[in-house]
């Protein structure tokens, strides 16, 4: 990752049949220097009204850890979610994204693991699609 770079890592699809999805993410970024490591959970949730329209996307840190190896390094991670792309009666996307800002001015690698928790069926459009994220 470019130091101090906006950078979509994931992209959350949200069917027209699904009203409400869950996403965890566990994640460590470090920089390139190997001075300073960064570890924490993200908890995604998107949803939207059974029309499709008023989609939205929130992103919210459950915890997160600095951990200084050496040096006097530091790292500033601001993670945040995309807008909506995709019309109300079609699959929607969201991008999950970060910036990483290090005070050395080095770029930062990003590891992450990402579960889908749950996603609410909406009966009335049919049946069978989930809620799937797209490593970026």
Do not use: C
């Amino acid at each position: 990752m470019t130091n101090n770079t906006l950078t979509s890592f994931a992209r959350i699809h949200l069917p027209n049949t699904i009203t409400i999805a869950k996403f965890i993410v566990d994640y460590v970024i470090n920089s390139q220097s190997r001075q300073r490591l960064q570890t924490g959970q993200l908890h995604i949730t998107a949803g939207r009204a059974d029309s499709g329209t008023n989609s939205v996307a929130a992103i919210t840190s459950v915890y997160s850890q600095a951990i200084q190896m050496s040096g006097a390094e530091t790292l500033t991670v601001t993670f945040s979610m995309s807008g909506v792309s995709g019309a109300n009666t079609t699959e929607q996307t969201f991008d999950a994204q970060v910036t990483v800002n290090s005070s050395a001015g080095s770029a930062g690698h990003l590891q992450y693991a990402i579960s889908h928790i749950s996603d609410r069926f909406d009966g009335s459009l049919g049946e069978g699609q989930h809620a799937w994220v797209e490593p970026l």
